[in-house]
């Protein structure tokens, strides 16, 4: 079973930029309803999507470097990156069908290369 790991704004490019797979950043708080909410989601789709997407979490009260570097201004934000690159954004609690759409649709663009 895979579970999201904690990635730092030291650690940020060699676990997100230089990664050899997509990976989906989730920028939280401790303190913050919605990402407490949205924190079993981001377990299940660790596990759904393992070995075909890296999931990390990203603390921006301990790591406020990244989030402003990426302009994250309201949590939980969910940041998609492919080849390094940002390439989707969703801000706010969604359901977990609109994330796998987002996700699915990172992935099959990754496979189209």
Same mark, same amino acid.
């Given at each position: $079973? /895979?579970?999201?790991?904690?990635?730092?704004?030291?650690?940020?490019?060699?676990?997100?930029?230089?990664?050899? #797979?997509?990976? #989906?950043?989730?920028?939280?708080?401790?303190?913050?309803?919605?990402?407490?909410?949205?924190?079993? =989601?981001?377990?299940? #789709?660790?596990?759904?999507?393992?070995?075909? #997407? &890296?999931?990390?979490? *990203?603390?921006?009260?301990?790591?406020?470097? =990244?989030?402003? $570097?990426?302009?994250? $201004?309201?949590?939980? =934000? *969910? %940041?998609?990156? &492919?080849?390094? &690159? *940002?390439?989707?954004?969703?801000?706010?609690?969604?359901? +977990?069908? &609109? *994330?796998?759409? =987002?996700?699915? /649709? %990172? %992935? +099959?663009?990754?496979?189209? +290369?």
């Amino acid at each position: $079973m /895979s579970h999201p790991q904690a990635v730092s704004d030291a650690t940020f490019q060699s676990e997100v930029i230089n990664a050899n #797979l997509p990976v #989906l950043v989730d920028f939280w708080a401790d303190w913050c309803p919605p990402c407490r909410a949205i924190a079993p =989601t981001v377990e299940e #789709l660790a596990n759904d999507y393992d070995g075909k #997407l &890296k999931v990390m979490k *990203l603390d921006v009260d301990a790591n406020p470097s =990244t989030a402003g $570097m990426f302009g994250v $201004m309201s949590i939980p =934000t *969910l %940041l998609f990156f &492919k080849d390094g &690159k *940002l390439a989707d954004r969703v801000v706010g609690y969604q359901p +977990k069908a &609109k *994330l796998q759409e =987002t996700i699915d /649709s %990172l %992935l +099959k663009s990754a496979a189209a +290369k």
